[in-house]
Structures are given as structure tokens and as C-alpha cells.
């Protein structure tokens, strides 16, 4: 009879999904893009809480020739390396720096369970989860 619970503890220790520390995450995401000679450069990485919120930020620099192609592929990043975090994070900052001159950098915010939702679990389609889960402006 006492073995079943150590059997039950280390049948949920073999199967449970490996989580990260916010510090781990920040490590890792060099490492994911660097995978990957289509991604865009990475400038800055932060983990921060903002008013009372888990937020995960990301500054890169985007080739206007590629530009809806490099922030998927920063947001699905973000969206896989985010999935296996301790704590779940809130919302997605990414700022995109323009390679142009005249043109202004941009600040995309995206709620982290919707965009999960939409890259990893496939639950939404693309415009339900641009209309609902993100927002963009002009810094």
C-alpha cells in the first residue's frame, strides 16, 4: 500500500513537462535564433512584471523586406520557449527596429496564452488572433 503513492510521485516526476526560470528563458533565446539564419537580430531581452503582470520583451531588428516574416518568427519564439516557463507569463512585448532611415520603430503587444493558443496549439485562426491578441503602434 506504500508504494503506490512513491509509484504515483515518479510516474508525474518522468512525464511532467521540464520548467524554466525566467532567467533560463532569457538565456535560451540567443540560442533560438541563432538556429535559424532567416530570423532577425536580437537587441535586448527583459523579463520584468508590470503592473502586476509577467511580461517577456524582446527588441529585434527588422529587414522591411521580411518584416511580417520576422515578427512571427519572434513571436512564435517566444511563444515556444514561453510555453515551459515556471510561471506563465502574461503578455508579449516585441519593439521592431526598421533598417530604413525614414521609418519609425513599432511596439507590438500580444497576450502570451492567446499567442501560445495560436502558434503551438493551433486553436485560432490568424485573424481572430491578430484582432484579439495584439495591438500595434508607433513609438
Not at 48 to 58: D, I, N, P
Not at 60 to 77: F, K, M, P, Q, S
Not at 117 to 137: G, H, L, P, S
Request: hydrophobic letters at 35%; a positive charge.
Amino acid at each position: 500500500m506504500k508504494r503506490i503513492p512513491i509509484m504515483l510521485f515518479l510516474l508525474n516526476v518522468c512525464i511532467g513537462k521540464t520548467q524554466f526560470t525566467d532567467r533560463q528563458i532569457a538565456i535560451m533565446v540567443p540560442k533560438y535564433f541563432s538556429r535559424d539564419h532567416h530570423s532577425p537580430t536580437i537587441t535586448r531581452t527583459r523579463v520584468y512584471a508590470e503592473e502586476g503582470k509577467k511580461v517577456f520583451h524582446l527588441e529585434i531588428e527588422v529587414n522591411r523586406n521580411r518584416y511580417e516574416g520576422e515578427i512571427d518568427y519572434t513571436l512564435g519564439a517566444m511563444a515556444s520557449l514561453c510555453q515551459y516557463a515556471k510561471r506563465p507569463f502574461d503578455k508579449f512585448v516585441v519593439i521592431m527596429h526598421q533598417d530604413g532611415r525614414n521609418t519609425d520603430s513599432e511596439i507590438l503587444e500580444a497576450k502570451a496564452r492567446c499567442t501560445i493558443d495560436y502558434f503551438i496549439n493551433k486553436r485560432m485562426k490568424y485573424d481572430r488572433w491578430v484582432k484579439k491578441c495584439t495591438q500595434t503602434e508607433k513609438l
